[in-house]
């Protein structure tokens, strides 16, 4: 199994949709009026829905009408990871990573391994750029950065 679509309620769906179409280059796949589809890969084998808050009908239950904070990551090729990194800098977006300092290089999670940086959308969902790094999960090494990681594994 794999996740196929997520949702997220947002204040301002013309602000949202700016940022994901934008900045995230997501492709509008269907517009419902108070709800927008956005295909996140070319594959279209993962997808993400906006909902204006207090306006978006649902065959799902009631309207949510609060913005719950959520947090997605979306996986990059490492090759460019940390040219999206650049990007989102360069759209005037703040980049941390897992310990909340500005970063360009992310920080790396050994267990997985995998390098990611985090940012958050106009409503304060905190998304994360995330690459798989080669290599074995280091369940015993804490986070770390990412020029860390690499000192701590060159030559392997």
């Known amino acids: 199994m794999r996740l196929f679509e997520q949702h997220l309620v947002v204040s301002d769906l013309e602000k949202s949709a700016a940022f994901y179409e934008g900045i995230l280059r997501f492709t509008l796949g269907f517009d419902a009026g108070n709800i927008r589809f956005y295909w996140i ?41 940390e040219e999206r990194v650049k990007e989102l800098k360069n759209g005037g977006i703040e980049v941390v990573d ?23 959308d106009p409503d304060g969902h905190v998304l994360e750029l995330l690459s798989i790094l080669p290599g074995p999960s280091r369940p015993d090494w804490e986070p770390m950065s990412g020029s860390e990681w690499r000192r701590r594994t060159a030559g392997e």
């Open 41 to 81: 890969d070319p594959s279209r084998r993962s997808m993400l829905g906006l909902w204006q808050r207090g306006k978006a009908d649902s065959p799902f239950g009631p309207d949510p009408g609060e913005i719950i904070r959520q947090h997605l990551a979306f996986e990059v090729p490492a090759e460019q990871f």
């Open 98 to 120: 897992f310990f909340g300092t500005p970063t360009e290089e992310g920080s790396v999670h050994p267990w997985v391994p995998a390098v990611s940086a985090y940012f958050s």
